[in-house]
């Protein structure tokens, strides 16, 4: 999901838009996210944007928010991996973003905190840290579309199936990667993580 946080939005100097904004990554975008992350090579700044990301446990079609809330599995951290400068040139062109999102490893994933053992799916944070400093920080309280509504709008554009993952959105701080920048993610404090940039 595009711009969900109005503070993003506005860094990269986007209108917040009026109903979700939706692009899909292959499953050859996935990767460990405890793993060194490999960036793309000669294709310009590669940013990293932390998000929630929820497992999908059964199959939602038109779901009502109630249905689609009960169909979310388990939560845990992805990074949107993004080719920026490519983006916006994209952008620009009005052409679909996938060149710059969708590329191989563009999606690395940590393992999924089952949903029970949250206390609601409305007041998650979410962290990173880069070389010890925070860059970004939100909580899905923040979002511009929560989490049942967002998901039971997708469910009305396509039908989402077990195993799926939807990411969230990033909320505001994001930026390039280097190689041998160490990263740590913090999940509400149920999932800590660190890797690094290969
Ligand atoms: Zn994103």
Redesign the pocket.
């Known amino acids: ?2 711009r969900n946080y109005a503070e993003h939005a506005r860094e990269l100097g986007n209108p917040v838009p009026d109903e979700p904004l939706l692009f899909m990554k292959p499953a050859t975008a996935l990767a460990d996210l405890a793993s060194p992350i490999l960036l793309p090579r000669g294709l310009g700044a590669v940013h990293h ?1 932390v ?1 929630l990301a929820l497992l999908i446990g059964r199959e939602l079609r038109a779901a009502d928010r109630e249905s689609a809330a009960a169909a979310i599995s388990g939560v845990g951290i992805a990074l ?1 991996l ?1 080719l920026r400068d490519l983006q916006d040139v994209l952008k620009r062109k009005g052409h679909p973003w996938e060149r710059a ?1 969708a590329f191989d490893d563009s999606c690395p994933l940590s393992p999924f905190i089952p949903v029970e053992r949250f206390a609601g799916m409305e007041g998650i944070g979410l962290s990173l840290s880069v070389n010890g400093q925070l860059r970004q920080q939100g909580s899905s309280a923040e979002m511009v579309v929560g989490i049942a509504d967002l998901v039971s709008h997708m469910s009305s554009c396509f039908t989402l199936l077990p195993g799926d993952v939807v ?1 969230t ?2 909320p505001a701080g994001v930026g390039p990667l280097n190689h041998g920048d160490h990263l740590e993610f913090n999940l509400d404090d149920r999932l800590v993580l660190s890797t690094r940039v290969a």
């Open positions: 999901v595009g944007e998000e949107d993004t999102k990411l959105g990033t």
